[in-house]
Every structure is written in structure tokens, then in C-alpha cells.
T-cell receptor, first 115, second 112 residues
């Protein structure tokens, strides 16, 4: 079974530029999560999708971050414009459904450096 | 506020020695509890979880954890550490809101 795929693995941009990350969850997983992991901290949930609907985006900085999951499969997370404090690893995870929220499978992450 | 605390940022143990990583939680009611491991360049992998019942939980890779309600703790243990266990370990909890809250992690270094 293929795991959660993410790309790119690394990205370096200058502040005020925009960037997008892509995630492909495990086949058949209805629930998809984006986490931000700042160096020295644990992952923090940014947004959670159930199929193509948003379940929780309470911690997403909506003035600069956006995410979509148009067809209920792949998802993209965008930052525009980026700030220095956005430097972090962005993790995507998926689970079979909301009931199986505790069985989350994580991708390898995208390491973003904002200079 | 709900929180998970891992008091040890970095731990070094010798290969073959025993290991205990500490985790404390602060929740209104007993949450669901988890331990994840993150190897360099890899995503998080679930080691074990506690929902209810037996307070000693067995996980993968020879790890176990013990839930102690009186101490609000969920410490991870392994009797004999292998060099391949070197990684970062995260304790996490989820309450009724079903949102995972992670601790800040403990980096494990294994010396040969």
C-alpha cells in the first residue's frame, strides 16, 4: 500500500513570495490533515478535510494561508505572501474517515525555508 | 488549556540500555494518548495508543507505555535500545474535540 505522498520535499523562498505544497493521501482515505511543525515544536494542525469539505481550519492563518481539496483526493496548501516565521516542515496526513481520526498516516513532509 | 508536556528535549542512552521517555498531559478528562516516532526526513509513525482498559500498552518495535491517571502521565519505555531507535519521539493526546495535540518532542541519541 502506497503511503502519503508530498512534494516538493524542500523549498527555499524569499519573504513575500508565494509557495504551494501538494499532498496525495492514501487511496480511499476520506480525511486529510495539514500540520505545521516549527523547529523544536510538535506538529500543529492547520486544517482538516473530510472528502472535499473543511472540518476544522481554526488554526489556519487565513490572511496568508489557503488550502483546497477539490476532488476529495489530492490537496494543496498555499502560502501567499510568505513570512520568515512560516519556515517549518509542513506535514500532510490522512485517515480512513473521521471515526478513524486516531489512525493517521503521515507523509514525509515539505521543509520550507523563508529567507 | 489542553496541553502535552515532554520535559526532556534530548536524551542519550547506550545501545542495549533501557529507555524511558516522559510525557505528561493536562486535560479536563482522560484523553486518548499516543506515541509517535519521527526519523530524519520521515513522517511520523504511530508506535502505540491508549484509549482505555489495561494501563500497560504494547506497541511496535518493542516499545510499551504505561498510563498513570494519578500522575497524568503516559511514559514510553523500551527494555533494550537499538541504534536504529535514534529518532525524535512525540507524545500526543486527543480529547472530545478529536484534535491531536502534540508535545514538543524528545530527541533520542543512541551511543554504541
Amino acid at each position: 500500500e502506497a503511503g502519503v505522498a508530498q512534494s516538493p520535499r524542500y523549498k527555499i523562498i524569499e519573504k513575500r513570495q508565494s509557495v504551494a505544497f501538494w499532498c496525495n493521501p492514501i487511496s480511499g482515505h476520506a480525511t486529510l490533515y495539514w500540520y505545521q511543525q516549527i523547529l523544536g515544536q510538535g506538529p500543529k494542525l492547520l486544517i482538516q478535510f473530510q472528502n472535499n469539505g473543511v472540518v476544522d481550519d481554526s488554526q489556519l492563518p487565513k490572511d496568508r494561508f489557503s488550502a483546497e481539496r477539490l476532488k476529495g483526493v489530492d490537496s494543496t496548501l498555499k502560502i501567499q505572501p510568505a513570512k520568515l516565521e512560516d519556515s517549518a516542515v509542513y506535514l500532510c496526513a490522512s485517515s480512513l474517515d473521521l471515526v478513524m481520526i486516531y489512525e493517521q498516516y503521515f507523509g514525509p513532509g515539505t521543509r520550507l525555508t523563508v529567507t | 488549556a489542553q496541553s502535552v508536556t515532554q520535559p526532556d528535549i534530548h536524551i542519550t542512552v547506550s545501545e542495549g540500555a533501557s529507555l524511558e521517555l516522559r510525557c505528561n498531559y493536562s486535560y479536563g478528562a482522560t484523553p486518548y494518548l499516543f506515541w509517535y516516532v519521527q526519523s530524519p526526513g520521515q513522517g511520523l509513525q504511530l508506535l502505540l495508543k491508549y484509549f482505555s482498559g489495561d494501563t500497560l500498552v504494547q506497541g511496535i518495535k518493542g516499545f510499551e507505555a504505561e498510563f498513570k491517571r494519578s500522575q497524568s502521565s503516559f511514559n514510553l519505555r523500551k527494555p533494550s535500545v537499538h541504534w536504529s531507535d535514534a529518532a525524535e519521539y512525540f507524545c500526543a493526546a486527543a480529547g472530545t474535540a478529536s484534535k491531536l495535540t502534540f508535545g514538543t518532542g524528545t530527541r533520542l541519541q543512541v551511543t554504541l
